[in-house]
C-alpha cells in the first residue's frame, strides 16, 4: 500500500505564497496521475489540480488557476503544489492524491495538511 506524505502547510498572510510537497514510498511513483484536493471547514472536498504520470498535462479548478501551480519530480517521488496570491478562501486541508490513468476515482491518499491564509 502506497503512503502520500504531505508537508509544507501553515499559516499565511493574504497574498503570500506556501509550496506543499507530497513524498510517495514504492517504485511506481512515475506510473500514476498526482493530484491536490482541499476540503475548507463544514464543506466537502473539492479537487484543487491534477498533473499526468509524465507531466505532460495539468489541470486545475477555476479557483486557483493561474494562482497555483503543480509540478512533479519523479526522481524524488514528489509532487508539489506552489500557491501564490493566498486569499482567505483558500484555507482548507489540503490533501495529496494518486490515481491510476486506468482508474476513474482516486486511489490512494495523503493525511493532509492545513494551510490557513489570514487577512
Known amino acids: 500500500q502506497v503512503q502520500l506524505v504531505e508537508s509544507g502547510g501553515g499559516l499565511v498572510q493574504t497574498g503570500g505564497s506556501l509550496r506543499l510537497s507530497c513524498v510517495a514510498s514504492g517504485r511506481t511513483f512515475s506510473s500514476y496521475d498526482m493530484g491536490w484536493f482541499r476540503q475548507a471547514p463544514g464543506k466537502e472536498r473539492e479537487f484543487v489540480a491534477r498533473i499526468t504520470r509524465s507531466a505532460g498535462a495539468t489541470y486545475y479548478a477555476d479557483s486557483v488557476k493561474g494562482r497555483f501551480t503543480i509540478s512533479r519530480d519523479n526522481a524524488k517521488n514528489t509532487a508539489y503544489l506552489q500557491m501564490n496570491s493566498l486569499k482567505a478562501e483558500d484555507t482548507a486541508v489540503y490533501y495529496c492524491?494518486?490515481?491510476?490513468?486506468?482508474?476513474?476515482?482516486?486511489?490512494?491518499w495523503g493525511q493532509g495538511t492545513q494551510v490557513t491564509v489570514s487577512s
Open positions: 492524491a494518486r490515481r491510476a490513468p486506468w482508474e476513474a476515482n482516486v486511489g490512494s
